[in-house]
């Protein structure tokens, strides 16, 4: 009898345990690979707050989160740029109204190999290089010799068009024009500093966050003779550094139940000094260890 009600008392804890396990929130998250490193430890530090709570987090691009959200498979779709009219359209004929959320500043920055000499760039120069009209093909046309690169050839270095990033660049620095064909682009932020470090020849694009001491980060000017404005946490936030942008988070209406006390935490001080950590800049002013 003893043996019987050991085996009962088993399988009730067993089942109890089950029941815990179907009765955790899954919340998805999706989107842009800018967030995807800060997202990740957003996830990571909530499951030891909330444990009962787990948040599945991917990249994939701006883009690719965004359609997520439209077509229902997310709860929460990152995005480092603002969700395009057609995609509004798009959600709403579907049932879907997209709530807007900033969850942090980034500063994009501009990467060219430690040896280039050039320590600063004009938005203009950006364009020349960067846009369908532009006739920047070497780096001697910009008045310098790169060491290491023989050919003297411009590698642009580029996102691919899913990319909120890709995007936001070419709004922000070429306004209606397209970028121009026979860039390398990289899937990922991290791949566009790889390929800059590796290569003497090459510029690129990406979130100030992914920087190395393997990498240089030149400032920016609107315009020859002005300001000319390193990317920094506190410059984005200022907005005196050109190329700044917010970070958002998408939801399907008002965020509710666990989605939001999730949301709610990552604007909190807490979630907010952990973007901090990852080289983003904060919603708000705030102290942070």
């Known amino acids: 009898m003893k ?14 345990g089950g029941a815990e396990r179907v009765s955790r929130t899954l919340i998805q998250n999706k989107g842009s690979d800018t967030l995807v490193n800060v997202a990740q430890a957003w996830a990571e530090a909530y499951a030891q707050i909330n444990p009962n709570v787990a948040v599945a987090v991917t990249g994939g691009g701006s883009g690719t989160g965004i359609a997520a959200l439209i077509g229902g498979s997310v709860d929460i779709a990152n995005s480092s740029r603002s969700m395009k009219e057609e995609e509004f359209e798009m959600a709403n004929g579907r049932g879907v109204v997209p709530n807007e959320l900033i969850v942090g500043y980034d500063a994009l920055a501009i990467y060219i190999h430690p040896d280039n000499p050039i ?32 050919s003297d050839e411009i590698v642009r270095v580029s996102r691919q068009n899913s990319s909120g990033t890709y995007v936001y660049f070419q709004e922000a620095i070429l306004g209606e024009s397209d970028l121009r064909l026979g860039s390398r682009d990289m899937a990922g932020s991290s791949e566009v500093v790889d390929l800059v470090e590796k290569t003497a020849c090459a ?20 315009e020859d003779g002005g300001n000319c404005i390193a990317p920094s946490t506190t410059s984005a936030v200022d907005g005196t550094y050109p190329i700044a942008r917010p970070l958002f988070m998408y939801t399907n209406g008002q965020p509710a139940g666990a989605t939001k006390d999730y949301i709610d935490w990552i ?9 901090v950590g990852k080289g983003y800049a904060p919603v708000r002013s705030l102290a942070c260890n």
């Open 203 to 222: 510029i690129g694009y990406s979130g100030l966050a992914y920087a190395t001491e393997e990498v240089k980060v030149p400032c920016l000017m609107t």
């Open 267 to 275: 604007l909190s001080d807490a979630g907010q000094c952990i973007i």
């Open 119 to 150: 320590d600063e760039f004009t938005l203009g120069q950006l364009a020349d290089i960067y846009g369908e009209n532009g006739t920047a093909e070497s780096w001697s046309q910009l008045g310098i010799t790169v060491p290491g690169c023989s």
């Open 3 to 16: 043996k019987v009600i050991l085996g009962f008392l088993a399988l009730v804890l067993v089942a109890c």
